[in-house]
């Protein structure tokens, strides 16, 4: 019995009963109280009158004295039983209503939705922890690639905004808090089809914690974090969690490759961005003097990124105690550090903001960044700056201050994780890309303008596996050679190229940056492409159909139904033997 | 002492005794059995029956399910009560009264399976 029907049981004992009582009351006082028939003799209504009688009279519906009309004594019985029955109905309707308005009751009603819905389940989820700001941009990311989502989120509140989220897969959510393994398990942690688990709570404790949980009640899944602290983050490696993001430190090493390589930076923007949305200018992030405002996680990971290159810094911030600890490294012996908070002029100016070439205003505090930003924009508007903006909230005001660079944590780590979930071959992409040379970078972006114009493409992976590419895999095991550009010819036109690149090959560990058209692919290849929505479907469908495939490679086309098979080897029986012996020789050795 | 308990008890006891009474007597003859007392062993088997609504229990369950038992076998001995008097109106025929209080006697060995069960949970409650 479920909790839910027991709970019913339960509370509507008492109704129940008093409506038994009631009815059997009425019944007996029915039977006994004395009535006249037509004859005028005396006469008692049977135990199957009474029940007839109280029964429409209790429920109002009232049909009249039948089968005689009724004494005065009856009457006054019938009195009594109208309302105690009644009576007896409003209180055990009043019940119900208050029972469907128990919070207990209601709870117990939504976790036995939730877990209704989550063993309906049977297609592979993900199991989101914590549904703030990045949970959020997360279930929308992965909704939209048609991946299932659940979402465990300990606050009530913000878990009532999602029946209102409108996403295109329906999203079932449980209140509860992550850091009790009973409620992860609850939530489908141990279900066979969880595929992995996020832990972006707003707490490095909580992350750290369902981590754990993960990896020991279901050490097969994918666990991916968010954290925001060193010591967190090594930690939660220290047990094996598959990823862990850190916001500033990715934003750090995408800042560093803006300021050093604008094209791979490009790359790397239209590749990780949300597929079909207009593509972004390239950002060209001068040379020379930066102020780093606000010394914490997110300006020591910066400071750090551009010392590298020997950028010469100055850092604001209010706390004696980094100042101590910085000037007491040897190699932060050519930077200044200054005492104040940064959003007035004269800590700016004694900072050098006039001259400096970018400003980054990296405190944990929405106010001080935005006055940050507006101070030195006045004291020098050729100023490059980079905000850091802690709350969704003021995204108008950040984007109203034309800041160069909005750095966004929630932002970053949903474009980390949907980039890890929807393509790990990306991760592999973006990581060689990083050793080539920006040289390589302006030729793969303008390869790609070229094919795809002013929308950032999807991002897909091929797998060439009976399972993903039955038609492909077929054919290749057949001995024909296929290359990777016959798969850019469309399926419906096959002198048209799909829009579409191929970006890499992985065969057996080995990756190939960039494959040219002309290499064979393998059966197990793996292949990334990225494209536009349209030839993401083409391909997948040359793919899987084999009259499609054997279209593109001007095969034969073969007829599948049993007739057509048998008229069609007849029909080429004749043909061959109509055509000169060496043609048929020829023919013979094409086929093997 | 828990009153919960008195209440259970006694009206799971009434159900057996009210039973037992009707029960009770030559097998077709209407004299012995009297239809007020059928309506009273009806009702107490139905609070019985809700009085063990909602007990998770493996024997809460058991003694639910003795209950429906009950109730089931005693609601068809009070329609072929009816369905003779009212329906057909043959009366109470040696036939059909063997039929009705046969159907009792079959209640009667549940609701009697009933309080086993309950003087089992009683005694093991002494542990």
């Known amino acids: 019995m479920s909790v839910v029907t027991s709970i019913i049981l339960r509370q509507m004992r008492a109704p129940f009963i008093i409506l038994i009582m009631g009815y059997s009351i009425a019944i007996l006082g029915m039977v006994l109280t004395p009535g006249i028939d037509d004859q005028g003799n005396e006469w008692h209504m049977s135990i199957f009158d009474a029940i007839y009688f109280v029964s429409y009279t209790a429920t109002t519906i009232g049909f009249g004295e039948i089968p005689y009309p009724l004494s005065s004594a009856q009457r006054m019985w019938a009195l009594v039983t109208i ?81 209102l989220a409108d996403f295109p897969v329906f999203v079932p959510g449980i209140q509860g808090d992550a850091r009790d393994p009973e409620q992860l398990i609850r939530a489908g942690l141990q279900h066979k089809k969880c595929a992995a688990i996020i832990a972006v709570t707003a707490s490095d404790e909580t992350n750290l914690k369902i981590a754990i949980s993960s990896k020991l009640l279901n050490p097969k899944i994918c666990v991916i974090c968010r954290s925001e602290l060193r010591d967190f983050e090594e930690n939660m490696f220290s047990f094996g969690t598959d990823f862990v993001i850190n916001p500033f430190q990715t934003f750090a090493n995408i800042f560093a490759m803006a300021m050093h390589s604008p094209s791979l930076h490009l790359l790397y923007d239209w590749l990780t961005g949300v597929p079909n949305t207009s593509l972004t200018n390239p950002v060209y992030i001068q040379e020379g003097h930066w102020i780093i405002c606000g010394f914490g996680r997110f300006g020591q990971s910066l400071y750090k990124q551009l010392i590298r290159y020997e950028t010469p810094v100055t850092i604001i911030d209010p706390s004696e105690a980094k100042r101590e600890k910085f000037l007491n490294k040897p190699e932060n012996k050519n930077n200044d550090f200054i005492i104040g908070s940064g959003f007035d002029a004269h800590t700016l100016k004694l900072a050098g903001v006039e001259e400096a070439a970018g400003l980054i ?232 | 002492m828990n009153r919960e308990k008195v209440v259970f008890s006694f009206f799971m006891i009434l159900a057996l005794t009210l039973n037992f009474g009707f029960f009770a007597g030559s097998v077709d003859n209407p004299e012995h059995h009297n239809v007020y007392e059928l309506y009273a062993v009806v009702i107490v088997n139905l609070i019985a029956t809700i009085l063990k609504f909602g007990d998770r229990s493996q024997m809460g369950a058991m003694l639910l399910a003795t209950s429906l038992v009950a109730l089931v076998q005693l609601l068809s001995a009070s329609l072929v009560w009816a369905v003779a008097v009212h329906v057909n109106e043959t009366g109470l025929t040696p036939n059909t009264m063997a039929t009705i209080v046969s159907l009792s006697g079959g209640a009667m060995v549940a609701n009697i399976i009933s309080v086993v069960l309950l003087i089992i949970e009683t005694a093991m409650m002494r542990h």
């Not at chain 1, 119900?96 to 209704?116: G, H, V, Y």
């Not at chain 1, 922890?129 to 009530?156: K, S």
């Not at chain 1, 039955?470 to 048209?496: C, Y």
Request: aromatic share 6%.
């Open chain 1, 83 to 163: 309302y105690v029955t009644v009576t007896s109905w409003f209180y055990a309707l009043g019940k119900t209503l208050s029972l469907i308005q128990d919070p207990t009751f209601r709870e117990a009603l939504t976790k036995n939705t939730f877990s209704r819905n989550l063993k309906k389940i049977n297609e592979s989820f993900i199991l989101i922890c914590g549904f703030g700001e990045t949970g959020t941009a997360l279930a929308h990311a992965l909704t939209e690639r048609n991946i299932r989502a659940v979402i465990i989120e300990r606050d009530n509140d913000k878990l009532q905004t999602l029946p």
């Open chain 1, 361 to 592: 205003s990296g405190s944990d505090n929405d106010s001080n960044n935005l006055s940050i930003i507006m101070t030195a924009r006045e004291l020098n508007p050729e100023l490059f700056t980079v905000a850091r903006q802690n709350k969704k909230a003021n995204e108008k005001l950040f984007i109203a201050t034309h800041a160069n660079i909005l750095m966004q944590p929630s932002e970053i780590i949903a474009r980390k994780i949907r980039t890890l979930l929807n393509s790990p071959l990306m991760i592999a992409f973006l990581n060689k890309a990083r050793h080539q040379d920006p040289e390589w970078a302006n030729i793969a972006i303008s390869r790609l303008s070229g094919v795809l114009g002013e929308e950032r493409p999807n991002i897909w992976t091929i797998s060439v596996t009976k399972k993903e590419a039955k038609a492909l895999h077929l054919t290749l095991n057949l001995g024909r050679v296929i290359r990777v550009g016959n798969l850019l010819q469309d399926p419906r036109a096959r002198e048209n190229s799909l829009k579409s690149v191929a970006l890499l090959l992985k065969r057996n560990n080995k990756l190939l940056l960039m494959p040219t058209d002309d290499i064979a692919i393998k059966a197990d290849d793996q292949i990334l492409y990225c494209g536009t929505p349209v030839a993401e479907r083409s391909m997948k469908w040359t793919l899987n159909d084999i009259h499609s495939l054997n279209y593109i490679m001007t095969y034969e086309d073969t007829p599948d139904s049993f007739v057509w098979r048998k008229l069609h080897s007849y029909i080429k029986r004749n043909d061959r033997r109509r055509r000169p012996r060496a043609q048929r020789h020829l023919d013979h050795s094409k086929k093997h």
